[in-house]
């Protein structure tokens, strides 16, 4: 599905192909994976160290199901060092649960990497980790990391696992990520969601460039952090992109509208 250009069918009440439904669009089909981690904050918030009591809610696997419900391709969490929001038990039941993909975040720590083995989600995204962050500031230094890096991607890769590195819109991290064998490069958006004017629009032509570097490197290109329903306008702009990893925009408007209207709305704005 990768390129500028691809054949579409409309959405309904396809029974036959017929030549006229045939369309030529410019960009993907962006899919989107929910980020849920945020319904186990609200959890943990009131239950952070009650393991087993029966009161504990909301449930991360209820909302997954109900993301998927709405079209969501995929459900990404990122399980931290700390565990602050996601838990063990949550990625086990998730990956017994949900009928699409499930993306693990994760640093590369010794003790995480096990657990993905043991795991098995369909895509890892690495990501820096630091415990006094409120959420992932910045992305990977692929180049710095390079050798621990490369042994992790060449652990997960062998038990099956597809390997995205979320690294800014930075030719030298983007080329050090494909030099390393990644599937896919995770483009980090936060720099763009941050920004207003001007300057938003100069980190948005860092991340279509980006995005052209990482398609000439035969990468799978995704991107993440900070996108919502006001920027998604301009993040869909952005050629070779599949994938989009949203949480905490979606579960914010979850409060007002339910979390399968949330979903359904974002699917609207990223595929018009
Ligand atoms: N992608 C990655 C790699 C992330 O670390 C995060 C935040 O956990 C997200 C996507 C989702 O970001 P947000 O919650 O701002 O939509």
Redesign the pocket.
């Known amino acids: 599905m990768s390129g500028r250009w691809r054949w579409s069918l409309p959405e309904s009440g396809i029974s036959a192909i017929n030549p006229f439904w045939f369309t030529v669009s410019t960009n993907n089909r962006l899919t989107l994976g929910v980020?849920i981690?945020?319904v186990a904050t609200l959890r943990q918030a009131r239950y952070p160290g009650a393991v087993e009591t029966h009161n504990r809610e909301p449930d991360p696997i209820a909302a997954a199901l109900l993301c998927e419900k709405a079209g969501a391709a995929g459900i990404?969490v990122?399980l931290r060092a700390d565990r602050r929001h996601i838990q063990d038990a949550d990625v086990f039941r998730l990956r017994e649960k949900i009928t699409t993909k499930l993306n693990l975040?994760m640093g590369n720590t010794e003790e995480i990497v096990e657990i993905a083995l043991r795991l098995r989600p369909d895509d890892v995204?690495l990501?820096p980790e630091h415990r006094q962050e409120i959420?992932?500031e910045g992305g990977l230094d692929v180049v710095g990391q390079f050798d621990a890096l490369h042994k992790t991607v060449t652990r997960l890769q062998a038990a099956g696992i597809r390997v995205s590195m979320?690294v800014e819109p930075d030719e030298a991290q983007i080329l050090a990520s494909a030099r390393l064998g990644a599937n896919m490069v995770?483009l980090h958006t936060g720099a763009f969601a941050n920004a207003q004017g001007e300057a938003q629009l100069r980190e948005l032509e860092r991340i279509r460039v980006g995005a052209e570097i990482a398609h000439a490197q035969k990468l799978q290109v995704n991107a993440?952090?900070?996108?919502n329903y006001v920027n998604i306008k301009l993040i869909r702009t952005v050629p070779h992109l599949q994938e989009l990893?949203?949480?905490?925009?979606i579960i914010s408007r979850s409060v007002f509208v339910g979390l399968e209207n949330a979903v359904k709305e974002m699917l609207t704005l990223m595929n018009g």
């Open positions: 980020n981690d945020h990404t990122h975040e995204c990501v959420t992932t979320f995770e993440g952090h900070g996108i990893n949203i949480g905490h925009s």
